[in-house]
């Protein structure tokens, strides 16, 4: 899954579009991961984590998390399955078995955080390229 695809509600799901609108969402932190862009939200309640498989760009592969109980009983197992889901290890129920009542047709997207936060890096790309431009050649720097 890349961003682009997590930015958009599938039109399964698009009963959901005005829950989406509602969250709110902040960066709590942008680091690397083995020269991977990494960015922690947070919705208030929840967490979320987003991991570039490469340079942060709506088209790169991404594996991302959130603390919340949809995301845990309606996308993680589908997520795993297409290895987006970031600590697959804390999902251990969920990863085993496809949902019984939520997301039977395992439609590959994220709980209403993750799709917010895919859309919120996609409007602010320009700077989280710029952020992450700068963290790289830092790390460099450093060796
Ligand atoms: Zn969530």
Redesign the pocket.
Known sequence: MILKDLATIPSAFRDRIEKVKQVNLRVINTSIIIQNPHIMLS?GK?S?EILFLGEVDPDTSIKIY???P??NYEFAHILNDNECLLHSQRFKIAVRKTPQEKNQKNILT?????ITAAQFIQKKIDRFQKIYKEKLNDNINIR
């Not at 994220?110 to 993750?114: A, Q, W």
């Open positions: 919705s929840y979320q959130c603390s919340c949809s995301f994220g709980c209403k955080h993750c």
